[in-house]
């Protein structure tokens, strides 16, 4: 069992920056694809960004292309998205989640689909004011 732990939310005016972090428990971090994902109120929970396993690839929804970024430390069992310029319509909460699937050592897949994620932090909100 992962437990994911998010932090960095908060409330920021429209251009400002956030760091979110999540971090793992356990000694297998370096071994799941992480994943970042967020839901607005009233919205379905939607993909933002995923990384995989060694940090090689990363792959990002449109609307946050160029904005966000996301990497991984695996000595520190830690996932992070630095959000920058960011817009009232990145408010949501944000979830932090772990792809267990067994994957070849030399693999670099990630996935964009949140039903292949196994384990999911608790969310950190953020806000951004216009």
């Known amino acids: 069992q992962v437990q994911l732990v998010e932090s960095g939310g908060g409330l920021v005016q429209a251009g400002g920056s956030l760091r979110l972090s999540c971090a793992a428990s356990?000694?297998?971090?370096?071994?799941?694809?992480m994943g970042w994902f967020r839901q607005a109120p009233g919205k379905e929970r939607k993909f933002v960004a995923v990384?995989?396993?060694?940090?090689?690839?990363?792959y990002y929804t449109d609307s946050v292309k160029g904005r966000f970024a996301i990497s991984r430390d695996n000595a520190k069992n830690t996932v992070y998205l630095q959000m920058n310029s960011l817009k009232p319509e990145d408010t949501a909460i944000y979830y932090c989640a772990a792809d267990r699937r067994e994957l070849a050592d030399n693999s670099d897949y990630v996935s964009r689909f949140d039903v292949d994620y196994d384990y999911w932090g608790q969310g950190t909100q953020v806000t951004v004011s216009s």
């Open positions: 990384i995989s396993r060694s940090g090689g690839n990363t």
């Open positions: 356990g000694r297998t971090f370096s071994s799941y694809v």
